[in-house]
């Protein structure tokens, strides 16, 4: 009995010992960098306030002299120093959170539970899964250059939203690659459009359009505010994989210029009047800038996905803050709404949305047109 006690002591102090080594080490390792990058002012640097301890992660927090105030360049340099994720935040104090475990460089996607509804996985981040609920935020931006995850990212919500609700999900994609990464999708019973260029791209919006006019005229005549009080049984999503190639460009043909002006005009609408009424927008792009990602879109698509981006104003457009030029793994993304999280996105392969989504093909398009719930105004492209 005497010896277990013993033993037990020993392993709690040994623990105990352990934990300060590491905090101590830590704490010498950021106040030589805060010397090193000069993050003082007038000489003063950051003073240790205190500690907190969590199960996965040391947070340090610092009282900063007046005048001192955030560095882009703090968080990567310390990332790099401890040789740990590091995540580094200011709100008056300096608050530098140091996790003891990295992110694995892949999840699949199967290990993540389902919340149901209209929310879907964004990832698995330090604190554990962080989810997304399209009914609370309805657009989203998904940049990331390319090969770095953002159409693994689209085709995984895709499949989790077909999962969790097989009759009350309609997509109407423009696949504006070329209609390559989601033509294989396009008799999917819950896809209504896979549009491959700017003809069947304004089309396709120009239909969505008239569906909302109809859906809002329809909640106005039962006083309600949105989709979900009205008690809408279906939400549409609109996935526009590249948005960059709406841009109208000197190279289009004149007739190709007013159909992306249509589309561009179109998703201004969706995106300011549309999200409450039940249609959300899935804003990926390669090249967020200014020009591409305007202020109506940015205003409105508050949720941001950014993947690895060549540029740190590239990552400003994006996510207002720099940081996705930086991100190191294919599937590694910010995630950032009012807060911000560092993910890994949950990894599915073609042939595990194949095997999930098989039973909703419907081998022709007459078929596929009679077993959707029957609306007048829908078509089928591609
Ligand atoms: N969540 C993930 N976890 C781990 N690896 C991933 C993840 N997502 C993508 N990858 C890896 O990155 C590769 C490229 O992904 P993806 O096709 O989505 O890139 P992309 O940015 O959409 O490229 P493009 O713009 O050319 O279509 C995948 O084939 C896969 O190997």
């Known amino acids: 009995m005497i010896v277990e006690s013993i033993g037990i002591s020993l392993c709690i102090s040994g623990l105990l010992f352990s934990a300060v080594r590491k905090t101590t080490l830590d704490q010498q390792k950021i106040q030589h960098t805060f010397k090193n990058i000069d993050y003082d002012a007038k000489g003063y640097a950051p003073t240790l306030l205190k500690t907190i301890k969590k199960d996965s992660y040391f947070e340090y927090v610092y009282n900063v002299p007046y005048g001192l105030i955030d560095d882009d360049k703090l968080q990567p340099v310390l990332q790099k120093t401890l040789d740990k994720p590091v995540h580094v935040y200011f709100d008056g104090k300096l608050h530098v959170r140091v996790y003891h475990k990295k992110l694995k460089d892949r999840y699949n996607y199967d290990m993540f539970e389902s919340l149901g509804g209209w929310t879907i996985p964004v990832g698995m981040a330090q604190e554990g899964v962080v989810y997304h609920d399209f009914d609370t935020i309805p657009h989203m931006v998904v940049a990331g250059s390319t090969t770095w995850g953002k159409t693994v990212f689209m085709k995984m919500l895709m499949t989790h939203l077909i999962e969790n609700n097989p009759d009350g999900v309609e997509f109407y994609i423009l696949d504006l690659k070329g209609g390559l990464a989601f033509h294989r999708y396009r008799n999917l019973k819950q896809v209504k459009v896979v549009a491959g260029d700017y003809k069947e791209s304004a089309k396709a919006l120009k239909m969505v359009k008239r569906d909302i006019k109809k859906d809002m005229d329809y909640l106005k005549s039962i006083d309600a505010e949105n989709a979900k009080e009205g008690n809408l049984p279906t939400r549409k999503f609109i996935i526009i994989d590249e948005a960059g190639e709406l841009k109208p460009e000197k190279s289009m043909s004149d007739t190709d210029k007013e159909y992306a002006k249509d589309c561009q005009s179109i998703m201004n609408h969706i995106a300011r009047v549309a999200g409450q009424v039940g249609y959300k927008m899935i804003f990926g792009t390669q090249y967020p800038t200014k020009e591409i990602l305007d202020s109506q879109i940015k205003a409105n698509a508050v949720a ?15 996510i207002d803050q720099s940081g996705a030029e930086t991100l190191e793994y294919p599937g590694r993304a910010i995630y950032k709404t009012v807060k911000e999280h ?10 595990e949305m194949q095997e999930k989504l098989r039973r909703y093909e419907v081998n022709d398009d007459t078929t596929r047109e009679e077993s959707t719930t029957p609306r007048t105004d829908t078509i089928t492209i591609g």
């Open 304 to 318: 941001r996905v950014a993947f690895r981006l060549v540029t740190s104003v590239q990552s400003g457009v994006a």
């Open 342 to 351: 560092i993910v890994q996105t949950p990894f599915i392969t073609k042939f």
